[in-house]
């Protein structure tokens, strides 16, 4: 039966909810900040209403002081500083003044399409108690006509008694009113922003998060079988590092499964030759015949042998691009090479020599160069003849950008490579002319031990005359445990040699 992983629905998507995180705080910022200022301006309406009613009193009491502005005499009756008070009075819509004499409106200020304050009864009644209460106080009042901030002033004789009222007042409902008008129009044009500011948001969010739509979309065409699609880079902002961040690690993968691919391939191709082998000669024993199965036997054993030390290869080959195929420590050059020479005079019998030996201690694996080094005597063994010479050697310097390097080498005299040889045998299973005993791994072990080792393996032959094999690594000075290793070198050089 043929299952598939259903997908999850579809939730609410970022560039929705930062639209969503955007627009409301916009509206909020807008709202606070119009509410905020219509809370203040409304203050300071109120504020400049109660001072310009205080101003007018202050006049008022003026012009019973100063006396008759025409004359310069003082005024004789009430009805005279009335008539005077109403005639300095410049009446608006939401402004004016009304002079009582005994309750009753008796002069206004002139001028049409003004507040007229004589036509609301319940002003005038509130106001001339307020007026025979005897204090000054700017008083608010609400009638059906309108919502007054008010100030009734008395105009009283020499003996105290009074003769009549001037009553300034300002409708403040309706000066309250424009500025709402006015942040009416402004949570209009703020509304029209805030639709501005979202739509130019949806297309800005989609283009900041284009990355990331790219990063979904490539995820979603990258198989096992085309792990080659990568995330187009645009801009150097965090987006752009978060999409070169993924095709490195795209470029990881892909690499992994071409080495795991490329593994199994050579396994299966290298494993095929024996297993035939095996199972021809499992066919073609003869259970009753004691010679021919003692030479199976040793057949087998012979072919379990091969097969177990290409496995040992290959594994050595994967484990190569990980962090733990190398364990470092202080290496003894002197001694790293003469451990090499005395195991290479085992391998069989040639004239073995040591050119030179470094001295120093560097940072390095000491197994793994042991076994780089055996790999390339095993090579001159095999392809030089009994009683030729070959040689090890070791020295410490600089190259020519000042860095100290370690330098570790074998040297024959054998066949030679020929020239259209040389990439062939770097690369895993490659063999060199008709070389057919061999699995083709050792070439390729060594460059990859020395690869771990951030270092080389550089080859120089002619046919007919030796090959010389050598590892360039950095001398890296060790991370000292003990206080008595130290590097050879100055310590500025190995600075400059720096990981």
């Known amino acids: 039966m043929v299952m598939s992983l259903a997908r999850r629905p579809a939730g609410v998507s970022v560039r929705v909810r930062v639209l969503v995180y955007l627009s409301v705080l916009t509206g909020v910022a807008l709202a606070v900040a119009g509410t905020t200022a219509f809370v203040i301006e409304r203050a300071r309406l109120d504020r400049e209403i109660t001072e310009d009613l205080v101003l007018r009193a202050n006049d008022l009491q003026s012009l019973v002081a100063d006396g008759d502005p025409v004359t310069g005499e003082a005024f004789t ?16 819509p ?38 025979a209460s005897g204090t000054l106080n700017v008083r608010a009042l609400t009638t059906a006509q309108a919502d007054y ?6 105009v009283v004789s020499d003996s105290g008694d009074v003769q009549g009222i001037v009553i300034y007042g300002v409708d403040r409902g309706a000066t309250v009113a424009a500025l709402q008008d006015t942040f009416r129009v402004y949570a209009m044009v703020g509304l029209l922003s805030l639709v501005a500011i979202t739509g130019f948001g949806y297309v800005t969010v989609g283009r900041l998060l284009e990355p990331i739509r790219l990063l979904d979309a490539t995820a979603r065409r990258i198989s096992t079988s085309d792990l080659s699609e990568r995330i187009p880079i645009v801009g150097d902002d965090d987006l752009a590092r978060l999409s070169e961040t993924v095709n490195q690690m795209l470029d990881r993968i892909e690499r992994a499964f071409s080495e795991q691919s490329r593994m199994l391939d050579d396994a299966s191709h290298e494993l095929r030759t024996p297993l035939t082998i095996m ?22 054993l012979g072919e379990v042998t091969r097969m177990s030390r290409l496995v040992d290869d290959l594994v050595t080959l994967a484990k190569a691009d990980r962090p733990e195929f190398l364990r470092l420590d202080a290496v003894d050059l002197a001694e790293l090479t003469e451990l090499a020479h005395a195991r290479a005079e085992t391998l069989g019998p040639r004239r073995w020599k040591l050119d030179a030996v470094a001295e120093g201690v560097v940072e390095a694996d000491r197994e793994r160069l042991t076994q780089a080094w055996l790999q390339l005597s095993a090579n001159a063994l095999r392809f030089s003849e009994p009683g030729t010479l070959v040689a090890l050697g070791s020295s410490i310097g600089v190259n020519d950008a000042g860095v100290p390097e370690v330098r570790l080498w074998v040297r024959d005299e054998g066949v030679g490579i020929a020239a259209e040889d040389m990439d062939r045998i770097r690369s895993r299973f490659g063999r060199a002319g008709d070389d057919r005993d061999g699995a083709g791994l050792g070439i390729p072990i060594v460059s990859a ?27 890296y000075a060790p991370r000292a445990k003990d206080p008595a290793l130290s590097s050879p070198w100055a310590d500025d050089a190995v600075e400059e040699a720096g990981r």
């Open 94 to 131: 939401t402004e004016s003044a009304v002079a009582l004499i005994d309750g009753t409106p008796r002069f206004v200020p002139g001028g049409s399409d003004v507040l007229r304050l004589d036509a609301d009864q319940e002003l005038l009644t509130d106001a001339s108690a307020a007026a």
């Open 149 to 154: 901030r008010y100030l009734a002033v008395p």
């Open 77 to 92: 009756d009430a009805e005279s500083i009335l008539r005077e008070a109403m005639r300095r009075v410049v009446a608006t």
């Open 279 to 300: 199972r021809n000669r499992l066919e073609l024993v003869e259970p009753r015949d004691p010679d021919s199965v003692v030479s199976t036997r040793d057949d087998l």
């Open 449 to 475: 031990i020395v690869a771990a080792h951030e270092g080389r393996l550089d080859i120089e032959s002619r046919p007919g005359a030796g090959s010389t094999f050598t590892m360039t690594l950095p001398a």
